[in-house]
């Protein structure tokens, strides 16, 4: 018996676990998290859709810095009309 205690100390981190925390964090915080993990396989949908599109033959043919700006200025406005998130 004493063997097993002599283990587990040897193993025991410096640090102690801070599980409880992390736990404690994902309940206060649920609504925000989904909200995040949402918006991420939104973005991720967006990428596939975009990669499909450019296998395709209907990537986007940037030429200049105008067109670099104004290809990502659509996707800004594109996005604010899709985010429900507030600000803070």
């Known amino acids: 018996m004493s063997t097993i205690i002599e283990k587990l100390e040897q193993h025991q981190p410096a640090t102690p676990s ?35 599109e450019y296998k395709e033959g209907k990537g986007v043919s940037l030429k200049s ?3 670099i700006d104004r290809y990502f200025e659509s996707l800004n406005s594109s996005a604010k009309g899709r985010c429900s998130c507030r600000r803070g």
Do not use: Y
């Open 65 to 67: 810095h105008e067109d």
């Open 18 to 52: 801070r599980w409880r925390e992390k736990a404690e964090f994902r309940q206060a915080h649920k609504k925000l998290l989904r909200t995040l993990q949402q918006k991420k396989m939104q973005l991720l949908d967006e990428i596939e859709k975009a990669r499909q």
